[in-house]
């Protein structure tokens, strides 16, 4: 059974980072996509980035192009989503899922979900 783990989750000040690990577990990962979601309170679940584990290729959803990044550690069977420059609208619940085949952008879309870290920026 696939476990996902995520952490790294708080409180930060407008501009600053963060960095969400999502740790993965339970199976070989070489065929999935690994994907970012965030759930404002009263909100839908939005996505917010993804990788292929293999390739690492990567998609972002258009709010957080060039301030967000995810990479993957295969050693360690890990994902990362870099946080930086955040804004108060960043306030949300961060989820990490997976899913196996290439990535895609909505939340239906992926089969294991973590059971989120909260992130919380202050203006």
């Known amino acids: 059974q696939v476990q996902l783990v995520e952490s790294g989750g708080g409180l930060v000040q407008a501009g600053g980072s963060l960095r969400l690990p999502c740790a993965a577990s339970?199976?070989?990962?070489?065929?999935?996509?690994m994907g970012w979601f965030r759930q404002a309170l009263g909100k839908e679940r939005r996505f917010v980035a993804a990788?292929?584990?293999?390739?690492?290729?990567?998609t972002y959803a258009d709010s957080v192009k060039g301030r967000f990044t995810i990479s993957r550690d295969k050693t360690k069977n890990t994902v990362y989503l870099q946080m930086n420059s955040l804004k108060p609208e960043d306030t949300a619940v961060y989820y990490c899922?997976?899913?196996?085949?290439?990535?895609?952008?909505?939340?239906?879309?992926?089969?294991?979900w973590g059971q989120g870290t909260q992130v919380t920026v202050s203006s």
């Open positions: 899922a997976a899913r196996s085949g290439i990535a895609v952008v909505t939340p239906s879309g992926y089969d294991f």
């Open positions: 990788i292929t584990w293999s390739l690492g290729r990567t």
């Open positions: 339970g199976r070989t990962f070489s065929n999935y996509a």
